[in-house]
């Protein structure tokens, strides 16, 4: 099983970005989305696909249907530029998208 | 809070076997599943496996063949070993906790990663 991510996103300051995971029915189960600035740790952001952590933004919403999840981040901020990474559980085993490097600009 | 800390060499040599250990503090590891996750520099995750209080255990296919982890309640830590290490193996290993259950389940806190190089 695989999740395929774009390598790469743009937006400008104070608009919307939008992050997406294709996989063979990702709609049928969750999808989280971790956030991994430069020289950092991964970040939880979006849990069981549209949940968010305690201290996450409000901007940052996650949706998901059919073959694919998505991460909407709203408002963006330069200080949300960063490596976003989509996981999932196929049978009993974590899967990681391949990340998506997303430049505000 | 929790906190998670890995420890280990740092340096490893091909075909030896990569050791590390992640101390928990802030909780306690009789909760909750805890996983090792891997970062080759410049690339992706990879989760490696993770395991229970019980011993119940869980290991990514691809890896299973050289990994095994396991854990010290009463260290509140624990810990892998992954034998047989080539360069591929260099990687930023993480420690982390997963909540929730099965397909629900997501990682909620890291380490700060312990970066593994395998060289002569």
């Known amino acids: 099983y695989e999740l395929t991510q774009p390598p790469s996103v743009s937006v400008s300051p104070g608009q919307t970005a939008s992050i997406t995971c294709s996989g063979n029915?990702?709609?049928?189960?969750?999808t989280c989305w971790y956030q991994q600035k430069s020289g950092q740790s991964p970040v939880l952001v979006i849990y069981e696909d549209n949940r968010r952590p305690s201290g996450i933004p409000e901007r940052f919403s996650g949706s998901s249907s059919g073959n694919t999840a998505t991460l909407t981040i709203s408002g963006t901020q330069t200080l949300d530029e960063a490596d976003y990474f989509c996981?999932?559980?196929?049978?009993?085993?974590?899967?990681f998208g391949g990340g998506t490097k997303l430049t505000v600009l | 809070q929790v906190h998670l800390q890995e420890s280990g060499p740092r340096l490893v040599r091909p075909s030896e076997t990569l050791s590390l250990t992640c101390s928990v503090s802030?909780?306690?590891?009789?909760?909750?599943?805890w996983n090792w996750i891997r970062q080759p520099p410049g690339k992706g995750l990879e989760w490696i496996a993770y395991i229970y209080s019980t011993g119940t255990t869980n290991y990514n296919p691809s890896l299973k063949s050289r990994v095994t982890i396991s854990i010290a309640t009463s260290r509140n830590q624990f810990s892998l070993r992954l034998k047989s290490v080539t360069a591929a193996d260099t990687a930023l290993y993480y420690c982390?906790?997963?909540?929730?259950?099965?397909?629900?389940?997501?990682?909620?806190?890291w380490g700060q990663g312990a970066l593994v190089t395998v060289s002569s």
């Open positions: 982390a906790r997963s909540l929730g259950s099965g397909w629900t389940s997501y990682f909620d806190s």
């Open positions: 802030g909780d306690s590891v009789g909760s909750y599943y």
């Open positions: 029915k990702l709609g049928d189960r969750y």
């Open positions: 996981q999932a559980w196929d049978s009993s085993f974590v899967i």
